[in-house]
Nanobody, 124 residues
Framework: QVQLVESGGGLVQAGGSLRLSCAASGFAISINTMAWFRQAPGKEREFVARIARRGAGIDYADSVKGRFAISRDNAENTVFLQMNSLKPEDTAVYYC?????????????????WGQGTQVTVSS
């Protein structure tokens, strides 16, 4: 089993920055793809960014491209999401997801492992 724990969420003013972290433990060496999703109240969970092992296969949702950056520390089995120029519409619970396969997908159902989520609130 793989456990994922997110951290780094909080309250920030519009235009500010936050850095989210997600640490994988358990059988983390088997993880290939790691991703971030988010879910705002009353909305479906949506894809934010994805990265495969060794930094390959990076993909971003159009809504965050140019503002967010995903990176990964394979030695520490940790994935990061640097969020800049935050907007009120970025407010959501952010979830870390992972899979043992190379997942070229933006669909939540294709990821096997999930963290508990961390709240990001952007005030206007």
């Amino acid at each position: 089993q793989v456990q994922l724990v997110e951290s780094g969420g909080g309250l920030v003013q519009a235009g500010g920055s936050l850095r989210l972290s997600c640490a994988a433990s358990g059988f983390a060496i088997s993880i290939n793809t790691m991703a971030w999703f988010r879910q705002a109240p009353g909305k479906e969970r949506e894809f934010v960014a994805r990265i495969a092992r060794r930094g390959a296969g990076i993909d971003y949702a159009d809504s965050v491209k140019g503002r967010f950056a995903i990176s990964r520390d394979n030695a520490e089995n940790t994935v990061f999401l640097q969020m800049n120029s935050l907007k009120p519409e970025d407010t959501a619970v952010y979830y870390c997801a992972a899979d043992q396969a190379v997942v070229f997908s933006r669909t939540a159902a294709n990821y096997d492992y999930w963290g508990q989520g961390t709240q990001v609130t952007v005030s206007s």
